[in-house]
T-cell receptor
Framework: RKEVEQDPGPFNVPEGATVAFNCTYS??????FFWYRQDCRKEPKLLMS???SGNEDGRFTAQLNRASQYISLLIRDSKLSDSATYLC???????????FGSGTKLNVKP | DTEVTQTPKHLVMGMTNKKSLKCEQHMGHRAMYWYKQKAKKPPELMFVYSYEKLSINESVPSRFSPECPNSSLLNLHLHALQPEDSALYLC???????????FGPGTRLTVL
Protein backbone atom coordinates (compact mmCIF):
# COMPACT_ATOMS: atom_id res chain seq x y z
CA ARG A 1 0.00 0.00 0.00
CA LYS A 2 1.33 3.45 -0.87
CA GLU A 3 2.16 5.81 1.98
CA VAL A 4 0.21 8.66 0.37
CA GLU A 5 -2.54 8.35 -2.22
CA GLN A 6 -4.08 11.03 -4.39
CA ASP A 7 -6.49 11.07 -7.28
CA PRO A 8 -4.27 11.94 -10.28
CA GLY A 9 -7.09 13.76 -12.07
CA PRO A 10 -7.03 15.74 -14.23
CA PHE A 11 -9.62 18.02 -12.75
CA ASN A 12 -10.88 20.30 -15.51
CA VAL A 13 -12.81 23.24 -14.08
CA PRO A 14 -13.97 26.63 -15.39
CA GLU A 15 -12.61 29.87 -14.01
CA GLY A 16 -14.37 30.86 -10.83
CA ALA A 17 -15.21 27.31 -9.82
CA THR A 18 -14.51 25.77 -6.43
CA VAL A 19 -12.48 22.57 -6.52
CA ALA A 20 -11.40 20.20 -3.76
CA PHE A 21 -8.66 17.60 -3.63
CA ASN A 22 -8.27 14.85 -1.06
CA CYS A 23 -5.25 12.84 -0.09
CA THR A 24 -5.06 9.82 2.22
CA TYR A 25 -2.05 8.62 4.19
CA SER A 26 -1.40 5.20 5.67
CA UNK A 27 0.90 5.88 8.64
CA UNK A 28 -1.02 7.07 11.68
CA UNK A 29 2.27 8.28 13.21
CA UNK A 30 2.65 10.89 10.48
CA UNK A 31 3.32 14.29 11.97
CA UNK A 32 3.58 16.94 9.31
CA PHE A 33 1.41 17.55 6.29
CA PHE A 34 1.85 19.84 3.33
CA TRP A 35 0.41 20.80 -0.02
CA TYR A 36 2.92 21.71 -2.72
CA ARG A 37 2.21 23.11 -6.13
CA GLN A 38 4.33 22.09 -9.11
CA ASP A 39 4.20 23.77 -12.49
CA CYS A 40 5.35 21.92 -15.59
CA ARG A 41 9.15 21.45 -15.63
CA LYS A 42 9.57 23.44 -12.41
CA GLU A 43 10.35 22.53 -8.82
CA PRO A 44 7.64 21.92 -6.21
CA LYS A 45 6.78 25.05 -4.27
CA LEU A 46 5.16 25.04 -0.85
CA LEU A 47 1.54 26.06 -1.04
CA MET A 48 0.64 25.56 2.59
CA SER A 49 1.28 23.46 5.66
CA UNK A 50 -1.75 21.65 7.04
CA UNK A 51 -2.64 21.76 10.72
CA UNK A 52 -5.21 19.90 12.78
CA SER A 53 -7.13 23.11 13.26
CA GLY A 54 -7.20 23.71 9.51
CA ASN A 55 -5.73 26.74 7.86
CA GLU A 56 -6.69 29.22 5.23
CA ASP A 57 -4.64 31.42 2.93
CA GLY A 58 -6.75 33.60 0.70
CA ARG A 59 -8.64 31.35 -1.70
CA PHE A 60 -6.97 28.21 -0.38
CA THR A 61 -8.14 26.18 2.62
CA ALA A 62 -6.46 23.04 3.92
CA GLN A 63 -7.89 20.59 6.42
CA LEU A 64 -6.48 17.60 8.28
CA ASN A 65 -8.60 14.72 9.55
CA ARG A 66 -6.38 12.53 11.71
CA ALA A 67 -9.13 10.07 12.58
CA SER A 68 -9.72 9.24 8.92
CA GLN A 69 -6.13 9.92 7.90
CA TYR A 70 -6.77 12.32 5.10
CA ILE A 71 -5.98 15.88 4.21
CA SER A 72 -7.85 18.12 1.83
CA LEU A 73 -7.26 21.24 -0.20
CA LEU A 74 -10.07 23.54 -1.27
CA ILE A 75 -9.52 26.19 -3.92
CA ARG A 76 -12.23 28.82 -4.28
CA ASP A 77 -12.75 31.15 -7.23
CA SER A 78 -10.25 29.25 -9.41
CA LYS A 79 -7.92 31.29 -11.61
CA LEU A 80 -6.23 30.26 -14.83
CA SER A 81 -2.94 30.60 -12.94
CA ASP A 82 -4.02 27.87 -10.51
CA SER A 83 -3.48 25.30 -13.27
CA ALA A 84 -0.71 23.04 -11.96
CA THR A 85 -0.10 19.71 -10.28
CA TYR A 86 -0.82 19.69 -6.55
CA LEU A 87 1.31 17.34 -4.47
CA CYS A 88 0.27 16.05 -1.07
CA UNK A 89 3.31 15.49 1.16
CA UNK A 90 3.43 13.74 4.53
CA UNK A 91 6.34 13.21 6.88
CA UNK A 92 6.88 11.05 9.92
CA UNK A 93 8.33 12.39 13.14
CA UNK A 94 11.19 9.92 13.52
CA UNK A 95 12.68 10.12 10.08
CA UNK A 96 13.94 12.78 7.77
CA UNK A 97 11.64 11.39 5.17
CA UNK A 98 8.83 12.96 3.23
CA UNK A 99 6.29 10.88 1.35
CA PHE A 100 4.78 12.29 -1.82
CA GLY A 101 1.45 11.53 -3.35
CA SER A 102 1.38 11.04 -7.10
CA GLY A 103 0.00 14.55 -7.57
CA THR A 104 -3.38 15.83 -8.75
CA LYS A 105 -3.44 17.77 -12.00
CA LEU A 106 -5.72 20.80 -12.15
CA ASN A 107 -6.64 22.52 -15.41
CA VAL A 108 -8.59 25.76 -15.03
CA LYS A 109 -10.27 26.71 -18.29
CA PRO A 110 -11.46 30.18 -19.39
CA ASP B 1 15.22 33.96 2.46
CA THR B 2 14.00 30.50 1.51
CA GLU B 3 16.29 29.95 -1.42
CA VAL B 4 17.98 26.74 -2.44
CA THR B 5 20.24 27.08 -5.45
CA GLN B 6 21.33 24.34 -7.83
CA THR B 7 23.91 24.26 -10.60
CA PRO B 8 23.96 23.57 -13.43
CA LYS B 9 20.39 24.11 -14.64
CA HIS B 10 20.89 21.73 -17.53
CA LEU B 11 23.45 18.99 -18.07
CA VAL B 12 24.01 16.68 -21.02
CA MET B 13 26.50 13.88 -20.50
CA GLY B 14 27.66 10.70 -22.13
CA MET B 15 27.59 7.36 -20.40
CA THR B 16 31.33 7.44 -19.77
CA ASN B 17 31.47 10.97 -18.34
CA LYS B 18 31.91 12.04 -14.75
CA LYS B 19 30.01 15.12 -13.65
CA SER B 20 28.74 16.68 -10.43
CA LEU B 21 25.56 18.45 -9.44
CA LYS B 22 25.75 21.13 -6.77
CA CYS B 23 23.23 22.43 -4.27
CA GLU B 24 23.56 25.24 -1.76
CA GLN B 25 21.36 26.73 0.96
CA HIS B 26 22.04 29.45 3.50
CA MET B 27 18.97 29.03 5.68
CA GLY B 28 20.82 27.13 8.40
CA HIS B 29 18.89 23.98 7.57
CA ARG B 30 20.46 20.79 8.90
CA ALA B 31 18.73 18.30 6.62
CA MET B 32 19.37 18.16 2.89
CA TYR B 33 17.90 15.88 0.27
CA TRP B 34 18.41 14.65 -3.27
CA TYR B 35 15.36 13.66 -5.30
CA LYS B 36 14.98 12.32 -8.82
CA GLN B 37 11.87 13.20 -10.77
CA LYS B 38 10.74 11.69 -14.05
CA ALA B 39 8.07 13.30 -16.20
CA LYS B 40 4.53 13.09 -14.80
CA LYS B 41 5.76 11.37 -11.63
CA PRO B 42 6.29 12.73 -8.11
CA PRO B 43 9.80 13.31 -6.78
CA GLU B 44 11.51 10.11 -5.71
CA LEU B 45 13.83 10.29 -2.70
CA MET B 46 17.44 9.29 -3.29
CA PHE B 47 19.49 10.48 -0.30
CA VAL B 48 19.07 12.37 2.96
CA TYR B 49 21.82 14.10 4.90
CA SER B 50 21.20 15.11 8.48
CA TYR B 51 23.82 17.23 10.26
CA GLU B 52 26.21 16.52 7.37
CA LYS B 53 25.93 12.75 7.76
CA LEU B 54 24.23 10.44 5.31
CA SER B 55 21.12 9.20 7.11
CA ILE B 56 19.09 7.67 4.27
CA ASN B 57 20.15 5.99 1.02
CA GLU B 58 17.13 4.70 -0.82
CA SER B 59 19.08 1.84 -2.45
CA VAL B 60 20.43 4.17 -5.09
CA PRO B 61 22.91 2.63 -7.60
CA SER B 62 26.54 3.38 -6.82
CA ARG B 63 26.92 5.39 -10.03
CA PHE B 64 25.31 8.16 -7.93
CA SER B 65 27.56 9.31 -5.10
CA PRO B 66 26.42 12.03 -2.69
CA GLU B 67 28.69 14.27 -0.69
CA CYS B 68 28.02 16.90 1.96
CA PRO B 69 31.19 19.03 2.35
CA ASN B 70 29.55 21.31 4.93
CA SER B 71 26.15 22.22 6.30
CA SER B 72 25.36 24.53 3.37
CA LEU B 73 26.50 22.39 0.45
CA LEU B 74 25.38 19.15 -1.08
CA ASN B 75 26.90 17.51 -4.14
CA LEU B 76 25.83 14.58 -6.26
CA HIS B 77 28.65 12.95 -8.20
CA LEU B 78 27.66 11.12 -11.35
CA HIS B 79 29.65 8.43 -13.12
CA ALA B 80 28.82 5.90 -15.83
CA LEU B 81 25.16 6.85 -15.94
CA GLN B 82 22.57 5.18 -18.12
CA PRO B 83 20.07 6.87 -20.46
CA GLU B 84 17.26 5.92 -18.05
CA ASP B 85 18.93 8.17 -15.44
CA SER B 86 17.81 11.18 -17.48
CA ALA B 87 15.49 13.16 -15.20
CA LEU B 88 15.09 16.33 -13.17
CA TYR B 89 17.31 16.16 -10.08
CA LEU B 90 15.98 18.21 -7.21
CA CYS B 91 17.76 19.27 -4.07
CA UNK B 92 15.79 20.27 -0.98
CA UNK B 93 16.50 21.33 2.57
CA UNK B 94 14.57 21.52 5.82
CA UNK B 95 15.22 22.71 9.35
CA UNK B 96 14.38 19.42 11.01
CA UNK B 97 12.98 16.18 9.64
CA UNK B 98 9.40 17.22 9.99
CA UNK B 99 9.62 20.85 9.03
CA UNK B 100 8.91 22.38 5.68
CA UNK B 101 11.07 21.31 2.77
CA UNK B 102 12.28 23.93 0.33
CA PHE B 103 13.27 22.86 -3.13
CA GLY B 104 15.87 24.17 -5.50
CA PRO B 105 15.00 24.71 -9.17
CA GLY B 106 16.56 21.42 -10.16
CA THR B 107 19.10 20.22 -12.69
CA ARG B 108 17.66 18.73 -15.85
CA LEU B 109 19.97 15.86 -16.75
CA THR B 110 20.13 14.13 -20.11
CA VAL B 111 22.30 11.05 -20.51
CA LEU B 112 23.15 10.15 -24.09
Amino acid sequence: RKEVEQDPGPFNVPEGATVAFNCTYSNSASQSFFWYRQDCRKEPKLLMSVYSSGNEDGRFTAQLNRASQYISLLIRDSKLSDSATYLCVVSSYNFNKFYFGSGTKLNVKP
Amino acid sequence: DTEVTQTPKHLVMGMTNKKSLKCEQHMGHRAMYWYKQKAKKPPELMFVYSYEKLSINESVPSRFSPECPNSSLLNLHLHALQPEDSALYLCASSQEGTDTQYFGPGTRLTVL
